[in-house]
């Protein structure tokens, strides 16, 4: 019954920004990592940032020094402030969680259904 919802793709135009967001809701008891994953066209999924709960942040050498990572732990919310975008930042981009739904002990990996950014030459 966790859902991830993303939102904030988009199409912008190379060295534009966007900014993204994801709330989980529903019976959550501890979000541990959350994090976004992007997938091109013909490419594997690839992390792009994660967040601990604490607020330690960790990048792609790609993105790092563009892209900045935030949550907000009171909505279960987590952000993707995207600077500098390039053409090879075009994907789809995912929501990644890893909590434990409320009253277990069990950890599972939730993602939403991803969002388009595309950014054109």
């Known amino acids: 019954q966790v859902q991830l919802v993303e939102s904030g793709g988009g199409l912008v135009q190379a060295g534009g920004s966007l900014r993204l967001s994801c709330a989980a809701s529903?019976?959550?008891?501890?979000?541990?990592?959350m994090g976004w994953y992007r997938q091109a066209p013909g490419k594997q999924r690839a992390l792009v940032a994660i967040?601990?709960?604490?607020?330690?942040?960790n990048y792609a050498d790609s993105v790092k020094g563009r892209f900045t990572i935030s949550r907000d732990n009171a909505k279960n919310t987590v952000f993707l402030q995207m600077n500098s975008l390039k053409p090879e930042d075009t994907a789809v981009y995912y929501c990644?969680?890893?909590?434990?739904?409320?009253?277990?002990?069990?950890?599972?990996?939730?993602w939403g259904q991803g969002t388009q950014v595309t950014v054109s030459s």
């Open positions: 990644n969680a890893d909590l434990r739904l409320a009253g277990t002990v069990r950890w599972s990996d939730y």
């Open positions: 529903g019976r959550i008891g501890r979000i541990n990592t």
């Open positions: 967040i601990t709960s604490g607020g330690s942040t």
